[in-house]
């Protein structure tokens, strides 16, 4: 069993901050022990994922990222959460594989990524581990994981380095993400299922639309048939952008709005010409009753 040890110039993400995390939170509001806000059966990913008896999602507090839209902001950027010791991370693991779920998915973890890894080691689920990422991954970070997390779940946010910027304060995301998704797909290969059409190994590649930026949209897309074969990786089209009820200050104007049907079907018309398969969603999921209470069920 590896020793966890705890990064005293923190470069677990491309921001690389260098934060001793022994006494000091990195930029992604990580310390010296794991932070989460939820460990529950969470039933509305990809009909693979969630299946029939739920995906057992464990959402990580903070993030690397920090994007302005982000619809888990109370957690994200607000940091909400309780802390745990890689032994209990370990127990929350088990219990939740114990409830009978498809698979344990980490939810922006990769800030935890030595704490993550040590629990897993020590937790040994027996179902499929799903890292369920923003995209913004260090390569080396991805490495330590190998072996230990069976499907990725990466956005694929923006191929655009000016929209990355300005939403995500990441212009390099593209260049990262990209390379992020090449590796993850070099560990886990082409996706595979069980009897019940769960995902037990592969890559799912999310994009969520955003108002105005379909051509974003389809340059994500023709990018990604560059990155690894269509033919082996699912995609998640996501019409879901739900505009903030109460904007903060500064929030951008043109993402004051929903995607518009017409938006969401170009993009998905393009999806499909370039041979990708997956998922769509409904404008229904467009509303924050999609988002789980963050309330520390499960902790």
């Not at 080396?140 to 000016?162: E, F, H, I, M, W």
């Not at 886990?188 to 299922?193: D, H, K, M, P, T």
């Amino acid at each position: 069993m590896s020793e966890l040890i705890i990064p005293t110039a923190c470069t677990l993400c491309p921001r690389r901050c260098g934060a001793d995390r022994t006494v000091s939170l990195g930029r992604c509001g990580g310390g010296s022990k794991v932070k989460v806000a939820r460990a529950a059966a969470h039933y509305w990913e990809e009909p693979c994922i969630s299946g029939t008896r739920g995906s057992g999602a464990v959402f990580f507090s903070g993030c690397a990222l920090g994007c302005v839209f982000c619809q888990n902001r109370e957690i994200s950027a607000g940091n909400f959460g309780k802390e745990l010791t890689v032994d209990e991370l370990a127990d929350v693991f088990r219990r939740l594989e114990s409830t009978g779920v498809h698979n344990l998915n980490l939810v922006t973890a990769g800030h935890y990524a030595p704490w993550v890894a040590a629990a897993l080691e020590r937790a040994k689920p027996r179902i499929p581990v799903v890292w369920n990422s923003g995209g913004y991954e260090s390569l080396d970070t991805l490495r330590t994981l190998d072996g230990l997390v069976q499907v990725y779940l990466p956005d694929l946010k923006y191929r655009s380095n000016a929209l990355a910027a300005r939403y995500s304060d990441a212009g390099d995301y593209f260049e990262r993400a990209s390379a992020a998704i090449v590796e993850m797909h070099r560990q886990v290969g082409a996706c595979a299922f069980d009897d019940d059409d769960i995902l037990q190994r592969g890559v799912l590649v999310r994009h969520l639309v955003l108002p105005g930026h379909a051509d974003d949209s389809i340059a994500v897309f023709e990018a990604l048939c560059d990155l690894v074969p269509p033919d082996e990786i699912l995609v998640g089209l996501m019409s879901q952008y739900t505009p903030p009820s109460v904007a903060p200050q500064g929030f951008p104007p043109e993402l004051a709005r929903r995607v518009t049907p017409d938006e969401y079907a170009l993009v998905a018309d393009a999806v499909e010409a370039l041979g990708f398969e997956g998922y769509e969603q409904g404008g229904e999921s467009a509303d924050e009753a999609y988002t789980p209470p963050f309330d520390l069920e499960g902790l």
